[in-house]
């Protein structure tokens, strides 16, 4: 009997470790060029050794390669960060020299874990979904939104800060990383949502009912508002604006906002040119009925600023950020607030359009009852 496609890619994923601790201890590999073919190599292994081991299955697409062989690579992100903080030692020395110095940094430390810890969690969950014959759509979702917030703060931060002029051959190993998961987000909005039916008069009850008369949703368009304003103001600081709010906001309150790694500076411009109008469409999505693509692009964006605020809150208070731009102590606690509401917004946002869908709907015939299913 097969043991189940989880367990083999929980176990192949598991020799991530064994193969950094092998790489650190051969000094013959340990060469720029050689660490990007040899990385190329193992990747490629670890796809081959899945296709003989699950390719039979009718089930096996696509997608399942991407989640398993990025499931190997979140091995190696988490031992990366357990070997930054100390917990273990002798696994990533010469990647750190040859390879990837820049996943020294605070937030690399903080990516790894996210990685390591959620973004595993959330392919093992989808895989063991996947080949049960339920549902993985929604999780899809959560991770792609999650690992293109990711990339994109992830590689201009390493091209534009303070490790930008020690760029090496393994590096470029991101891109494929970048890209995929767009091609698997793609897949994913194109794949039909399956969601209960809802009896039509409920639907048209609840979409006759103005903002106003929904406190929740006016509680959320209001706090959507504020996060809106937060994500322009820091945009301007890292901009250098010469207003006096923002040199006492970078100075006083955020000076990790100023750090040379980059990523902080990168982070504050994506959430200008993307969150911020994503938020607008949100916004608009909770006012004018019927948008029924609220359900994904909720659960999407939740995924991003989820993970890319673990990042920054945790790479402004990690001991590995110089002392200079950490959050001071007595400033600590209101900016730790702003940025967990930052991030539990959309959270709030994706949580409310999935526990009461009837007013994204599009209306249903009567006569459906709710025990029924539907795609969507």
């Known amino acids: 009997m097969r043991p189940p496609e989880v367990v083999i890619v929980f176990v192949l994923s598991l020799l991530a470790p064994g193969v950094l601790f092998t790489m650190n201890n051969l000094p013959g590999i340990q060469k ?46 988490l031992t990366n960060a357990l070997q930054q903080d100390g917990f273990i030692s002798g696994f990533m020395d010469f990647y750190l020299r040859m390879g990837e110095p820049h996943l020294s940094t605070a937030y690399a430390v903080m990516m790894c874990y996210w990685e390591g810890v959620v973004h595993f969690t959330i392919f093992l969950t989808i895989i063991h979904r996947m080949f049960a014959g339920k549902s993985y759509r929604s999780l899809g979702l959560l991770w792609a939104g999650s690992s293109i ?35 698997a987000a793609s897949v994913l909005f194109r794949t039909p949502r399956v969601m209960p039916v809802i009896p039509a008069d409920k639907v048209a009850e609840e979409q006759k009912k103005h903002l106003l ?15 809106m304003a937060f994500c322009v103001f820091r945009a301007l600081v890292v901009l250098d604006c010469p207003m006096d709010a923002c040199f006492t906001y970078i100075y006083q309150y955020e000076p990790y906002l100023k750090d040379p790694v980059g990523f902080p500076k990168v982070t504050m411009l994506v959430y200008f040119f993307y969150v911020v109008p994503l938020l607008v469409i ?46 001071p102590a007595d400033k600590r606690w209101p900016v730790l607030m702003l940025n967990v509401l930052l991030a539990v917004a959309p959270v709030l946002l994706a949580l409310r359009c999935h526990a009461n869908p009837a007013y994204f709907m599009k209306p249903i015939p009567k006569g459906q009852t709710s025990n029924k299913k539907k795609t969507n």
Request: glycine share 10%; with cysteine; hydrophobic share 50%.
């Open 149 to 183: 917030g990711h990339q994109i703060i992830h590689i201009p931060g390493v091209v534009i800060g303070k490790h930008g002029s020690n760029i090496r051959p393994a590096f470029w190993r991101n891109l494929p990383f970048f890209l995929v998961p767009f091609w």
């Open 282 to 327: 949100l916004i608009y999505g909770l006012m004018m009925p019927g948008c029924s693509w609220m359900l994904d692009w909720t659960i999407f964006l939740a995924g991003a600023v989820a993970q890319t605020q673990w990042c920054h809150i945790g790479g402004s208070l990690h001991s590995r950020t110089p002392f200079t731009y950490r959050v």
């Open 213 to 227: 008369s929904r406190p929740v949703d006016l509680l959320l368009s209001l706090f959507l508002l504020g996060v």
């Open 32 to 77: 720029p060029f050689l660490i990007l073919g040899t990385g190329v190599v193992i990747l490629g292994s670890v796809l081959l050794l899945l296709h003989l081991s699950v390719g039979h299955n009718k089930k096996v697409t696509p997608l399942f390669y991407v989640f398993a062989e990025f499931s190997f690579t979140c091995m190696v992100g």
